[in-house]
């Protein structure tokens, strides 16, 4: 028995939070020295599963084994010493700290005094693994793959023999993946076990030996990855055959809606985060952006909604220059902005306030007179909840108690509910599951085809090749250049979005996002008859 | 007489520094761990009236000491038990132990009030904490006698403030300590006992506290009248301490010696007036009020500049006032 | 091996809450009961003194009322007030200086148009004086805190020990400009305000009832309607769930808050004005530590308006109860109320935890 014993076996754990059940009876197991993809749709419960195996959650019942011995984990101490390290989704750094004390602070030999060789000592275990870094750089001062790095050779360091990833590459670019899947695999060549937790098929059948798929707080099997395709995968996850594709609607496409020009737009602490972008929206079009997360795409929505101020350059308007209007006059002129951050209910709704006055938040102080109009508020919600089937007890329902996919259908039925001609839109389907997903896919091609100019951000490249009619690309507030989404692919998109390819500079004697029949010049507007042929990107 | 004046201004600025460095140092070992602590005040007040009176009824000043310690140190236990264990709110936390720590202040005293001023052993015991002269640095002109011939709880408060400097920085349970306050999610995941860490560091911050509350006792109070309590304000004056010291405990030494500067001002002007007639001959007409406003206008001026400075080197743990949750999600 | 461990729970019902609390306050007196007792007090009588506010057996039962309205009027407005900023995550705990600042400005204007114009004038403009320069701070406190981000806790924190300086420098000097003292005493005392600077009432048989009391009961009710119906109400609920969202919805955070937090501090100087114009003189101890009972009132209520009149009521009960059972017992004074306040608020707390978690033993192997 304990000769072929798995490295990790759970039998039957559940786990609920509240009346909630997050995982019900889970058997999982992982074998010496495989790499297990965790597959699963968002809210499937996998993370919660690998939180109990890294000791941050206690599960109700159940219990885990390892190597053929049950164990139980109560602490993220029981499972550092029982060899399970976990690279968490947002990392778990200290800013301030520098790299070599993020690594020291849980080394169990540290002694009591902080001796300053404990940077060379970091850096010398860190090279043993492979791994080159500078042990006195600050964890702020880190990119996002630095991070991730670091956070790989804490878990080393510490002797993990299991290594738990969650949702390592949602962050990362496709050549940074390539280095981490690199990475996973030299760690497996070492004898590690690694359990990788995602929802990217691509990525699982590049990477993984074997798949567990959940489905709903449910374990549902584990197949060899080389026997299995993407397609048996997506219904194993979904639980019923689904249409993978997206549709693209082709709509005749319109004059610029929104047109941009030399746009500069500042971060918060005073630094650039937009530089100098030109670009437009048509109507009748998706533009997708595409960049890693904090290249200027926060910022660069704010500032069209007029919530942040524009350092120079213009945002025309059927014409009429945005800049300096207030949020108020643009969104009367229907421009409609979504934004949903990372945490999903920072910005747009009000968590705590009912549905009925999140859907009131834009235009409450339209009716007449001191007091606020309740019962139009809650007539439009019920509207709201019955054009996109939200599942909510009452419009009078605290919205941070809906679930993930009826919050953000709140935030988009909202904006949709003032009949925009420009709709910004980031992250729309952040977390959600792939009904919900196709759903926001659904409505934002709706509204393309009543003619309105979609402005689509977005993370995930295949669904923005699938939806978008083109793709604009950013890297540290500059723009990369703009492709049509049925001439690209991720390969090229992903070169852009590092940097390493550059369009704008690459096009000679033509400026890059500046429309033939930019309505600056009424003249040029006049000439561009042929709207099929688009803008000067090609 | 001129230098008579002198060393005496600066002595009482030691004596009345020093209870805000107790105080200060207190916090700010509560704040490392992540918790703020508004309950100072009350904190101090029942480490000073069981101290004191532990230290009257046994006439020894190390029971003193202890008592008033453990009593501040439980106290913090109760800080700890709502705001970690039962995930209270930490600012109303800290506002109850005020008033609860006061009231108990108050009430003992009532209890005992009619003997207070004159328990039988309280002049002997006052005196076991009379000055120490420390050979050769006392003998210094000037500044000799003013910072060298105290009694054994101002020097102790110096060596608090250094050893926790010591601790914070150079040590790796400092090390772990001060990642709890900056983001006890990642301490957690790498193993360190939040719990444990932040219960004792708010009872070891709590206890200092309760010392600085008995040397009020000693040096300030002494007598118990029924009206004023002997902490006086101190323990908010400690919390805006922190802020100025920007969390260090080294720079709150110096910190605590300005403020104390301020508060001899308060007692002092009319001999510095006589003495220097037309240097400081004005500090007489200052009324007596606004010295004892002057650390509190002092700090808001500190807290309104540095906010509109955005200092960027703040050493604020980020993760203070919110309470820790490991299955939040 | 046995361990504990906690989860959040929403399966608590309404009747179940209440129970918790009411399990909360008893357990309260019955720590207070174990002080009394300790100092050979009987609890029992002490608590029927407190609870009846003396009224059984008093042959003047109007001036016990009396008596518990003076302190009720300050309590429940300053406690509104401040759960306006609270319902913004302003902290702000500058009650008392607010409050005294209200009173200053009432005596100001008590002295100095009493004697010249009539009751129906000098109340008014006593309230709008204490009201504004309140205001004024609550302004600047939300100033500093929009634009620079300054921490509001410490700042009203600051202020209310300067206010405090304030008001003992105006009452401990005597000089010729200090018209805020009694000219006939050697000694500094604050003076008598004039007659027609005193707050009127209605005479109900032996009871006066003063004007405070009903317009204490319409700025309560006021602003339940205020945060309930209309758009500032609105707009407050929404800055202080997530100012993120406020900008994005475009509403002027700024204007906001300096708008509440000056409504805010205004209410507490009037408090401060009521209290100085009902008692015909100001003292520097007049906030009766109103300031900081409102922080803790405001926060027991959960910031609901009703709750907080309720809680009000209780408090003043507590705090003039002890007042009347202490008279007779030399070796206890009004502390004992902040005391009992204390225990309660604890108890009140350790009910919200376990409303809000259960303790969940995992152990042995004895699982499903």
């Known amino acids: 028995m304990a000769a072929d014993a798995y490295a990790i076996e759970l039998r039957g754990i559940s786990k609920s939070f509240g009346s909630v059940a997050a995982n019900k009876n889970i058997n999982l197991n992982l074998r010496k020295g495989e790499i297990l993809a965790l597959l699963g749709e968002n809210g499937s419960g996998k993370t919660t599963l690998m939180n109990m195996l890294s000791g941050i959650y206690t599960p109700d019942s159940g219990s885990i084994f390892i190597e053929g011995k049950e164990v ?395 939806l978008c009619d083109k793709i604009m690309v950013m890297c540290h507030g500059k723009l990369m250049g703009v492709v049509h989404a049925n001439k690209t692919d991720k390969e090229q998109l992903g070169l852009m979005m590092t940097g390493a390819l550059n369009l704008v500079d690459a096009k000679e004697g033509k400026t890059a996002g500046i429309a033939k029949d930019s309505a600056f010049t009424p003249e040029e507007w006049e000439e561009a008859t042929d709207m099929s042929e688009g803008g000067s990107e090609e | 007489m001129m230098l008579d004046v002198i060393t005496l201004f600066i002595f009482n600025i030691v004596i009345y520094s020093i209870p805000l460095l107790y105080a200060t140092c207190g916090e700010i070992v509560i704040e490392k761990s992540g918790s703020l602590n508004l309950g100072v005040e009350g904190t101090m007040a029942i480490g000073a009236v069981f101290g004191f009176l532990a230290g009257c009824s046994a006439n020894s000043l190390p029971v003193a000491l202890l008592v008033s310690f453990i009593t501040a140190a439980l106290v913090g236990a109760i800080f700890s038990l709502f705001t970690i264990t039962l995930q209270a709110n930490q600012n109303v936390t800290g506002l109850t132990i005020t008033t609860i720590g006061v009231a108990v202040y108050f009430f003992v005293g009532n209890a005992l009030g009619k003997d207070w001023p004159y328990l039988p052993d309280a002049d002997k015991f006052v005196q076991q904490s009379s000055a120490i002269e420390i050979p050769g640095l006392s003998q210094i002109p000037l500044v000799g006698k003013a910072f060298f011939s105290h009694n054994i709880l101002v020097y102790l408060a110096v060596v608090i403030a250094i050893l926790l400097w010591l601790y914070f920085e150079k040590t790796s349970v400092g090390l772990k300590l001060r990642a709890i306050g900056e983001n006890p999610g990642a301490a957690d995941s790498l193993g360190v006992h939040i719990v444990k860490y932040k219960y004792l560091h708010i009872m070891l911050g709590s206890g200092i506290m309760g010392i600085g509350g008995l040397y009020m006792g000693l040096n300030l109070g002494g007598t118990f009248e029924g009206s004023n309590c002997w902490i006086n304000g101190y323990g908010w004056i400690a919390i805006a301490l922190v802020i100025f010291a920007n969390w260090s405990t080294s720079k709150a030494i110096f910190g605590t010696f300005v403020f104390g500067f301020f508060n001899t001002l308060r007692i002092y002007n009319a001999p510095l007036a006589a003495t220097f007639p037309n240097a400081l001959g004005w500090l007489s007409k200052i009324p007596a009020q606004f010295f004892s406003a002057l650390p509190f206008i002092v700090t808001l001026i500190v807290l309104i500049v540095s906010s509109m400075r955005k200092s960027k080197n703040s050493n604020c743990p980020t993760a203070i006032g919110l309470n820790y949750y490991r299955e939040d999600r | 091996m046995k361990s504990f461990h906690l989860i959040r729970r929403s399966d608590v019902t309404l009747k179940q809450k209440v129970l918790l609390y009411i399990l909360g306050i008893v357990i309260s007196f019955v720590i207070g009961g174990i002080f009394l007792a300790s100092l050979g007090i009987n609890p029992i009588i002490y608590y029927r003194d407190m609870i009846t506010i003396g009224l059984i057996g008093n042959r003047y039962p109007a001036k016990c009322v009396e008596g518990f309205l003076k302190l009720f009027v300050p309590l429940i407005i300053t406690s509104v007030a401040l759960s306006l900023s609270f319902k913004m995550r302003f902290w702000n705990i500058g009650g008392e200086g607010e409050f005294i600042t209200g009173a200053i400005f009432a005596a100001l204007v008590a002295f100095k148009l009493g004697p010249v114009l009539p009751t129906t004038a000098v109340i008014p403009l006593m309230g709008i004086a204490a009201a504004l320069a309140a205001g004024v701070i609550g302004f600047i406190t939300a100033h500093l805190k929009v634009k620079f981000n300054t921490n509001e806790t410490l700042v009203t924190l600051m202020v209310n020990y300067i206010m405090l300086y304030v008001i003992k420098y105006i009452g401990e000097t005597k000089a010729e400009w200090n018209f805020f003292l009694r000219d006939d005493s050697e000694r500094p005392v604050f003076a008598k305000f004039p007659e027609s600077a005193m707050m009127p009432g209605i005479k109900i048989g032996d009871f006066t009832l003063l004007a405070s009391v009903i317009i204490a009961i319409l700025i309560t009710v006021g602003v339940y309607y205020y945060i309930k119906t209309t758009k500032h109400g609105f707009e407050v609920s929404v800055v202080g769930d997530s100012t993120n969202t406020a900008k994005y919805a475009g509403m002027s955070v700024y204007k906001i808050t300096v708008r509440t937090i000056f409504i805010s501090a205004a209410l507490i100087g009037l408090a401060g004005a009521f209290t100085a114009a009902s008692s015909g003189t100001i003292s520097t101890d007049i906030t009766n530590n109103v300031g900081w009972t409102g922080v803790i009132v405001a926060w027991l209520s959960k910031l609901s308006t009703p709750a907080i009149a309720l809680v009000s009521v209780l408090i003043s009960v507590l705090q003039y109860g002890c007042q009347v059972a202490s008279a007779s017992y030399p070796s206890i004074d009004h502390n004992f109320a902040d005391l009992m306040q204390g225990i309660f608020l604890f108890s009140i707390l350790a009910a919200d935890f376990f409303g809000n978690f259960k303790i969940v033993k995992t152990g042995g192997k004895n699982d499903a």
């Open chain 1, 72 to 466: 139980r984990i109560t602490s993220p101490d029981d499972a550092g010493k029982l060899g399970i390290g976990m690279v968490h989704q947002h990392f778990k750094l200290i800013e301030r700290f520098t790299a070599a004390d993020n690594i020291w602070i849980g080394k169990k030999d540290s002694g009591f005094l902080l001796k300053n060789s404990r940077n060379k000592e970091i850096e010398k275990i860190a090279a043993q693994f492979g791994f080159d870094i500078d042990p006195t750089k600050l964890v702020m001062n880190m990119s996002v793959s630095e991070k991730q790095t670091l956070e790989i050779i804490k878990v080393l360091c510490y002797g993990a023999k299991v290594i738990i990833l969650d949702e390592p590459t949602a962050v990362l670019t496709i050549q940074e993946t390539k280095k981490l899947f690199d990475v996973c695999r030299k760690m497996k060549e070492s004898g590690h076990s690694i359990i990788i937790i995602t929802h990217k098929l691509n990525e699982v059948m590049e990477i993984s030996d074997r798949v567990a798929i959940m489905r709903k707080g449910e374990y549902i099997d584990t197949v060899e990855s080389s026997k299995t395709s993407e397609k048996e995968l997506t219904e194993l996850m979904v639980g019923h055959k689904v249409d993978l594709n997206i549709d693209r609607p082709i709509i005749e496409k319109t004059k610029p809606l929104l047109e941009i020009r030399d746009i500069c737009i500042d971060k918060d602490e005073g630094t650039p985060a937009v530089d100098k972008m030109s670009f437009y929206i048509r109507g009748g079009e998706v533009l997708g952006v595409a960049g890693i997360a904090g290249s200027g795409q926060k910022e660069l929505c704010e500032a069209i909604a007029g919530l942040r101020k524009i350092k120079s350059g213009k945002i025309i308007h059927k014409g009429e220059n945005l800049v300096g209007k207030s949020s108020k006059q643009i969104s009367e002129l229907g421009i409609a902005m979504s934004f949903i951050p990372e945490d999903r209910l920072g910005m747009g709704l009000a968590p705590s306030l009912s549905v009925a006055d999140n859907v009131m938040l834009k235009n409450y102080s339209d009716s007449f007179g001191f007091m606020v109009d309740r019962k139009k508020a809650r007539k439009e919600a019920h509207e709201i909840v019955d054009q996109l089937s939200i599942v909510t007890p009452s419009v009078d329902t605290p919205v941070r108690r809906l679930s993930g996919g009826n919050v953000q259908k709140v935030l988009l039925g909202r904006e949709i509910k003032s009949a925009p001609n420009v709709l910004v839109t980031a992250y729309p389907v952040r977390g959600l599951d792939i009904n919900s997903s196709y759903t926001i896919y659904g409505i934002i091609n709706e509204q393309k085809k009543k003619g309105v100019g979609v402005l689509f951000i977005g993370e995930d490249l295949d669904v923005m090749l699938a």
